[in-house]
């Protein structure tokens, strides 16, 4: 017999996007540590960090925002 899957709610659908959002905040962390140890001087990493980090980098020209993301990424020694 098959399993018959349930669908999905709107609160685990909410879960998902609030964990997928996190987990892509928490990311640029570790990818600025290794782009400014590693990769600074790569002209393909560079693009590729600031297309993909375009929505955080415009947050962090804006306050209060940018203290915040300051504060988080300078715990991965950056800054």
Known sequence: MKAVEKPHTPAQLV??????LLLYFFSIGPMAFLYERFFFDSTLFTTVF????APLL????HPPFDSVIDAYVSLWGVG
């Open 15 to 20: 879960t998902w996007v609030v964990m997928i």
């Open 50 to 53: 600031r297309v993909f980090y």
């Open 58 to 61: 415009w947050l962090y020209d």
